[in-house]
Nanobody, 124 residues
Framework: QVQLVESGGGLVQAGGSLRLSCAASGRSISAYGIGWFRQAPGKDDEFIGGLNNPDGGLYYSEFVEGRFTISRDNAKNTVYLQMDSLKPEDAALYYC?????????????????WGQGAQVTVSS
């Protein structure tokens, strides 16, 4: 199994940037497809984007509008979500997730392991 630990959440002013980290332990992230999701109060979970394995293909939801970037560092066994030009409506609890065997997926039910969540708050 793999464990995922998220960090990097916090408070940022609108228009600012934040980078979330998702550090894996127990297994190499190279064996997994990676997805990022978020949940805002009173709203449904949203798929943000994903990193496919083994080809490294990137997929983003339309609402990202080029503001978010997913990457990985195999040496650190970590994946990242870089968020720029943040808006108040981006405030949410952000999750990374790992999927073994079939690359990334677009739905929560497709993933096997989850991070604990990182809170992102955006002030006006």
């Amino acid at each position: 199994q793999v464990q995922l630990v998220e960090s990097g959440g916090g408070l940022v002013q609108a228009g600012g940037s934040l980078r979330l980290s998702c550090a894996a332990s127990g297994r190499s992230i190279s064996a997994y497809g990676i997805g990022w999701f978020r949940q805002a109060p009173g709203k449904d979970d949203e798929f943000i984007g994903g990193l496919n394995n083994p080809d490294g293909g990137l997929y983003y939801s339309e609402f990202v509008e080029g503001r978010f970037t997913i990457s990985r560092d195999n040496a650190k066994n970590t994946v990242y979500l870089q968020m720029d030009s943040l808006k108040p409506e981006d405030a949410a609890l952000y999750y990374c997730a790992a999927r073994l065997g079939y690359g990334m997926g677009f739905h929560k039910d497709e993933y096997d392991y989850w991070g604990q969540g990182a809170q992102v708050t955006v002030s006006s």
